[in-house]
């Protein structure tokens, strides 16, 4: 049995590996575990092959269920934000977590941190934990100040809210109640359908809801209708019949220029306002929405489409961004759609804007795609053939399936070579994109704050700030530690701790990537080379607290300080390994004890013993054998410290003769004071120490001519393999143990470095890394079809052609198992005059320079932070910054920054009336259609007056002629002096208008910085 009477250790790891496999069903309530205590759970019951080694050792024992790193300070209910599932949490059916309860208990003052499954997904559903519920303040309407803040889940209904808030607020049972929402400060929208859902009524994190009590005279305090505050300035609510919702618009402040209106942040919606404004201002896309050109084109029957509804709904936000009424719009029905079909989307976490535009991007592809029916078509490898036919042959395939405005506007081609590297099979192939990825250039380096924990036992730890490779060892931090310190590297050991213990402890070549930003890294100086060594052994070494827990039969032993390494010889006394660990907790142990206030007789201060030159205060035993951590002998004996008398000692004084099965399930030895003792048995310890090592005796106080157990001979003989547990009585621990100075450190000089990083990369730089050639990982191998097996083979990219507009995207977030991490370097890029042409290795590419549109920002770090956006409306040709519900003027300096994450490039042939567009196409075919009618109309006139039009034939070098049409003088005269008379309006217009930018201008200034390239 396991500590606690808990099931075996086979069992509880068995048990709890089938229970981590239930499916999820719909109402079912999971809970949260904090990864770190569960990877202690799996090393203590060796839940995975490499963990099995450490099964069963006290050493990792997890103790009670641990929530803390999961939980925001101060608070037992609130989770902290930008958690990640099976990195930070665990989630166990409940059936698991009332098991590992009742095995190890949950930690003092926590709450279980249960969730609901709740069913997502428009047509293909699927369930999915609810890890953050919904917080809504709740208030009455007659005293709306005394807010109550409480969490919901999304699949709670209002009826559920209602009752809740009825129950809060005291309402009486026969009083009449309804529900209202308050938006935007002084507007409000009633919850009339009690059947709907949180995630169905759009209600977002921190929503205001209001109940409202019927009066005595049976009127309601609001009327019968949504209602605004006396002199509110906010429009009524307009409702969408297809989402079942209300949205609301600013209409008090109306912009004065089309497209410059902010979005309302729903709460973590940012990053989807920063996606959306991009695309609201790449001209193509918006002027093919507002002329309503998708309506002929939407293509409700596309099983990989969204049946038009993303279409239509993206439609109707751009034209209320576009119609010049508002300065902000609240795009309530366009989140809920984008939820509805991507499930990802639906709550109210941060996202990354990149991932919900690449989303909108597909989804209004699939919606618009003119291909009603996608034949099927078999992929064909280069094969030797000219990369001109083989490119024009992918892409037609392409458009044979994929034909859509998307692909119009974004689409490219790049070529993708793959080279065996057995064989030297070489494939080629051609693929379309619709953005392109750009690796960052990589930091080499990283810096790593770490403990240094000295072999003087006097010294505090003190803290370094280390500069590591990023891709390196746990041997280069021992060698950058060293540089600073002084300390050989080979007589360091790297650990990690955590909560008391060693939550590992880490091997010279292991990978500094498996230390993680978190972590509290110590490392401990030994007192022998730790490979070249061995006639000695490395012991971990914890502390703890014995006592026995009312009401049951076993003994609790908590874990308290910080544990620490000590090197002690394979073959050494008892009485030795007892000085030895004494002095490495010397800085702990208080060196004189008050006693107490009924005690007749005071303690009289002891002479210091000295080891090493550092004073011991008298707690080394008398008589013990003078080597400690060196060769070094001793001083004389000192005088005994007054220290408990035996005989209040709560323990059993019998001698252990053989394996004692301890409270946990592990098997070990404990040294007992009685029996042969050895010299300087005259004073009572501070504490017993016990070995355990998995359940096998690998150490022993033995005979040399033999193998059995025994006690006698007062020597141990340890293996690589021994922990070893310091247990203290709670009457000594308190009264010799001073937990006040466990914390204390020092700060080396390093702390105050901070690293310089490199200025800025070139946008060039990004493109260049990009089409470098390179290695596939083992994890993601090629298969050849020569070798017929997978390959590591060798890949590159390239590009072929290029859209009209250039999505690019910045990679600015690496993963790892062990790392989340956001690269910040500033990244130049250029506002016009992109040449992409050096990249392109067709040589039959078209014009490719390109001005930049928008930019997609985001600030903060890894998993949290804010998303903006900085756009150039098309209209004036001016830059904005778009923070949400705000915009603002942007000057062209401020464009380039950190921040910048997602860019936007327009190609400079494809500007409004240069490009070659469907959109533009139709407008042109109109044009013709109005010359044709123009000619139509000479030739009535000249029917009419029955002249005949005179005709010149004018001669070429190729014998050819062109007509030149004349009517009569009147007639042209007529035409003539109209096309002036609109050419003259035309221009009036456009003086008109530029006179409005001048002094619009004036108003806001404007720096033209014009950013070169190389």
Known sequence: MAEGGAADLDTQRGEIAALLKTQLRKGDTWYLVDSHWFKQWKKYVGFDSWDKYQMGDQHVYPGPVDNSGLLKDGDVLAIKEHLIDELDYILVPTEGWNKLVSWYGLTEGQEPIARKVVEQGMFVKHCKVEVYLTELKLCEDSNMDNMITRRFSKADTIDMIEKEMRELFSIPDEKETRLWNRYMSNTFEPLNKPDSTIQDAGLYQGQVLVIEQKNEDGTWPRGSTATNVKNSSYSLPSYHPYTNSYDYSDQSRPSERSGLCGLSNLGNTCFMNSAVQCLSNTPPLTDYFLKDKYTDELNEDNPLGMKGEIARVYAELIKQLWSGKYSYVTPRPFKTQVGRFAPQFSGYQQQDSHELLAFLLDGLHEDLNRIRKKPYIQLKDANGRPDKVVAEEAWENHIKRNDS???????????????????????????????LTLPLPMKKER????????????????????TVPKVGCISDLCTALSNLSGVPAEKMIVTDIYNHRFHRIFATNENLSSIMERDDIYVFEVAVNRVEDTDHVVIPVHLREKYKQSGYNHTSTPLFGQPFLIAVPRTLSEDKLYNMLLLRLYRFVRSSVEEDEDDCEETQPSKPHTVNGNATNGLLEEGSPSEMETDE????????????SENDNSQSEDSVGGDN?????????????????????????????????????????????????????????????????LDWEPEVKKKYFDETIVEDFDKHESMEYKPQKKAFFKLKDCIDLFTTKEKLGADDPWYCPNCKQHQQATKKLDLWSLPPVLVVHLKRFSYSRYMRDKLDSLVDFPLRDLDMSEFLINPNAGPCRYDLIAVSNHYGGMGGGHYTAYAKNKDDGKWYNFDDSSVSPASEDQIVSKAAYVLFYQRQDTVKGTGYFALDREEEEEDDEEEEEEEDEVEDVENETGEKLERKTVSSGHGASSAACTSTQSDEEDLNENRQRKNDNDQADDEEEEEDEEEEEEQVPNRDVTMKTN
């Open 405 to 435: 405005i998307i692909v119009d506007i974004f689409h490219g081609l790049f070529k993708s070579t793959l080279v065996c590297p057995v064989c030297a099979k070489v494939s080629v192939t051609f693929d379309p994109f619709c953005y």
């Open 447 to 466: 810096t790593l704050e770490v403990y240094l924990v000295r072999l003087d036992p006097v010294a505090k730890p003190t803290q370094y700030k280390l």
């Open 661 to 725: 099965e301890l409270e946990n399930g592990v098997v070990g030895h404990q040294i007992s004071s009685k029996g042969q003792q050895p010299v300087g048995h005259n004073r009572k310890r501070l504490f017993t120490f016990q070995f355990n090592n998995m359940g096998k005796t690998d150490f022993s106080l033995i005979k040399e001519d033999s193998r059995q157990i025994r006690f006698d001979e007062g020597h141990l003989r340890l293996s690589d393999r021994s922990y070893l547990s």
């Open 633 to 644: 002998q001793d001083d004389e004996s000192s005088q005994d410290q007054e220290l408990p």
